[in-house]
Nanobody, 129 residues
Framework: QVEMVESGGGSVQAGGSVRLSCEYL?????????VGWFRQAPGKEREGIARIYVRDSLPYYSDAVKDRFAISQDKNNNKVYLQMNSLKPEDTAMYFC?????????????????????WGQGTQVTVSS
């Protein structure tokens, strides 16, 4: 079983920065292969914005956040971070981290939310103009 706990959300003005943290408590030890960050705004579908392959820290970003957000990890402490810079009002959403016990052949992570097995409760990020 894996428990996911997000923290670090809040309110910020456009152009500002926020750092989200995700700690995953992996009772089965090293079963987590990928960690993804997803977000969901009111009335919109959940979208994947960043993910990281735990073994080699290979990151992936969606076009919406590429060059503004950075995903990183502290593998020893089972933590994954999402540094969000140059925030825009359209970044306002509930942000979730999720863990996947599977991975793509050759390395890398699945993009689809349905592939992820464990989810946190989410943390709200609100960006005002």
């Amino acid at each position: 079983q894996v428990e996911m706990v997000e923290s670090g959300g809040g309110s910020v003005q456009a152009g500002g920065s926020v750092r989200l943290s995700c700690e995953y408590l992996d009772s089965t030890k090293k079963s987590v292969k990928c960690v993804g960050w997803f977000r969901q705004a009111p009335g919109k579908e959940r979208e994947g914005i960043a993910r990281i392959y735990v073994r080699d820290s290979l990151p992936y970003y969606s076009d919406a956040v590429k060059d503004r957000f950075a995903i990183s990890q502290d593998k020893n402490n089972n933590k994954v971070y999402l540094q969000m810079n140059s925030l825009k009002p359209e970044d306002t959403a509930m942000y979730f981290c999720a863990a996947d016990r599977s991975y793509l052949k050759g390395g890398g992570c699945y993009p689809e939310a349905d592939e992820y097995d464990y989810w946190g409760q989410g943390t709200q990020v609100t960006v005002s103009s």
